[in-house]
């Protein structure tokens, strides 16, 4: 199938552009700069140059992709409403995005401490909240993922609904490449449409 990664080129893209590879898949790539995608070229790998912040080269860039799935984040230099332009490119298709655990419906679950360090990040949270009520009113699947790590693919992972989260104290951390298998998952086989799953390693 034809996967298409946003942000492509930030760490968990990259993640998500090399399994999705890895699987078989033909991928369109896309980034605001695309030879930042430190992916090898292949003839599967199609990469494609666009900007969330620009509503017409983003929706040109997206335009009849029937599944997306989003690494996007927040870069240190980014200001509030990159997340919720990204969201609301995604007008149609199949959707799986990447959130963060501890904001919006997953915060009680993921306790004090974790919430705690998520107010540092300001005014960005709001941006992940309405970024994330997007999404899931389109009926795409958000993903609420601990810290993330650079380690490696744990054999041990495994989805769960937010209802099924487990109580912590402590902030839970997740690779990457765990995270990127489970959008990839949901992507090939949709569990968890129009709500919120956790990547889990144990």
């Given at each position: 199938?034809?996967?298409?990664?946003?942000?492509?080129?930030?760490?968990?893209?990259?993640?998500?552009?090399?399994?999705?590879?890895?699987?078989?898949?033909?991928?369109?790539?896309?980034?605001?700069?695309?030879?930042?995608?430190?992916?090898?070229?292949?003839?599967?790998?199609?990469?494609?140059?666009?900007?969330?912040?620009?509503?017409?080269?983003?929706?040109?860039?997206?335009?009849?992709?029937?599944?997306?799935?989003?690494?996007?984040?927040?870069?240190?230099?980014?200001?509030?409403?990159?997340?919720?332009?990204?969201?609301?490119?995604?007008?149609?298709?199949r959707v799986v995005w990447l959130g963060a655990y501890g904001t919006g419906p997953s915060a009680s679950a993921a306790g004090p401490v974790t919430r705690?360090?998520?107010?540092?990040?300001?005014?960005?949270?709001?941006?992940?909240?309405?970024?994330?009520?997007?999404?899931?009113?389109?009926?795409?699947?958000?993903?609420?993922?601990?810290?993330?790590?650079?380690?490696?693919?744990?054999?041990?992972?495994?989805?769960?609904?937010?209802?099924?989260?487990?109580?912590?104290?402590?902030?839970?951390?997740?690779?990457?490449?765990?995270?990127?298998?489970?959008?990839?998952?949901?992507?090939?086989?949709?569990?968890?449409?129009?709500?919120?799953?956790?990547?889990?390693?144990?």
């Amino acid at each position: 199938m034809e996967i298409t990664v946003l942000a492509a080129s930030g760490a968990t893209g990259l993640q998500l552009t090399r399994q999705a590879l890895d699987r078989g898949h033909t991928v369109v790539a896309i980034a605001r700069t695309p030879g930042r995608i430190a992916v090898p070229d292949h003839p599967r790998l199609t990469r494609v140059a666009a900007d969330v912040r620009e509503p017409n080269s983003i929706a040109a860039a997206l335009h009849d992709r029937e599944v997306v799935v989003s690494g996007l984040g927040i870069a240190g230099r980014d200001k509030p409403g990159v997340l919720t332009a990204g969201a609301r490119a995604l007008s149609h298709g199949r959707v799986v995005w990447l959130g963060a655990y501890g904001t919006g419906p997953s915060a009680s679950a993921a306790g004090p401490v974790t919430r705690g360090l998520l107010r540092l990040l300001g005014d960005q949270i709001a941006d992940k909240v309405a970024a994330d009520a997007l999404v899931l009113a389109a009926g795409g699947t958000v993903f609420h993922a601990a810290i993330l790590t650079d380690g490696p693919l744990s054999p041990d992972r495994r989805t769960v609904k937010l209802g099924d989260a487990p109580k912590r104290l402590l902030p839970a951390c997740v690779s990457r490449a765990t995270v990127a298998a489970a959008l990839l998952d949901e992507a090939e086989n949709p569990a968890y449409a129009g709500s919120i799953a956790l990547p889990l390693e144990r």
